[in-house]
């Protein structure tokens, strides 16, 4: 797998917005955002290796996440400061309603 991290000038609100408007990419930014790094695997251990494979490249295309290859695995890490730099506060709007909003919960806790 090749790695697409776009430089920070290089982020686009508009691919930030589309990556984060997918329910189970909420619920995987959910739980990167909860560790300093994650490995791949065990960001959402019930859904198909495939499908996560498919949404953390968009969370990486978009900008929203590193991903490292270490050994044999794959880890996650969310690009808060990349992210903050090019849209300050951005993350942490999106991030809130992921820990208070009953509605937002519902939609991702089924992912979790």
Not at 18 to 24: D, F, G, K, M
Not at 61 to 81: A, N
Not at 87 to 106: H, I, R, Y
């Amino acid at each position: 797998m090749t790695a697409n991290h776009p430089k920070t000038e290089d982020i686009r609100l508009e691919s930030v917005l589309a990556a984060l408007s997918n329910p189970l990419r909420l619920a995987a930014v959910r739980v990167i955002a909860s560790f300093e790094e994650h490995q791949c695997c065990e960001v959402l251990p019930q859904v198909p290796k495939s499908t996560m494979t498919h949404h953390f490249r968009i969370l990486r295309d978009s900008g929203v996440v590193w991903q490292h290859h270490i050994g044999r695995e794959y880890r996650l890490s969310l690009r808060r400061e990349d992210l903050e730099a090019r849209f300050p506060g951005l993350l942490d709007a999106l991030l809130k309603p992921l820990q208070s909003d009953p509605l937002t919960l519902a939609t991702i806790d089924e992912y979790l």
